[in-house]
């Protein structure tokens, strides 16, 4: 059970804006071969979906603060960014898998009020094939 938690904790972490290698837990635990990989593959996907509902609840709770001068954004970079997000809309979300951009687009839904049960639906489902994807690569190689 703990490999579990670790994988869970490790995939919540790395979703968040702190740094994470949820893929290498994952990685090591498809090698351990002590789990089936669905089970693994099932909680990482939670862990990282649930960590992306984190970021975007801050971006909820940060957007009524865009006019503060402590705002994470400038004026610019937050009409930027907003104009980014309703130009490609919700299913920019298939890209919160990626590294450096994942994150902070997670945030962003959340800063531009995308609604929480379509959010986390595509973020599941880019998350959950991202997972798939590292335990097929690891099953291949080794």
């Known amino acids: 059970m703990s490999d579990l938690l670790a994988l869970f904790a490790s995939a919540f972490t790395a979703a968040t ?3 994470g290698g949820s893929e290498v837990v994952l990685g090591a635990l ?3 071969a002590t789990r089936p990989i669905a089970v ?3 909680v990482a996907t939670l862990g990282n979906t649930l960590g992306s509902v984190v970021n975007w609840a ?3 709770f940060l957007a009524r603060y865009a006019d503060r001068r402590w705002f994470p954004l400038t004026a ?3 009409e930027r960014y907003g104009a ?3 130009r490609w809309g919700i299913w920019s979300l298939l890209l919160a898998w990626m590294p450096i951009i994942g994150d902070p687009l997670t945030v962003i839904a959340g800063l531009m009020g995308t609604r929480i ?3 986390v639906l595509i973020v599941a489902v880019a998350k959950g094939v991202r997972y798939v994807l590292v335990a097929a690569g690891v099953v291949a190689v080794w």
């Open 17 to 19: 804006l702190l740094p």
């Open 30 to 32: 498809v090698v351990e």
């Open 40 to 42: 693994l593959v099932a």
């Open 58 to 60: 801050m971006g909820r």
């Open 76 to 78: 610019a970079q937050h």
């Open 84 to 86: 980014w997000y309703q």
């Open 117 to 119: 049960v379509p959010f």
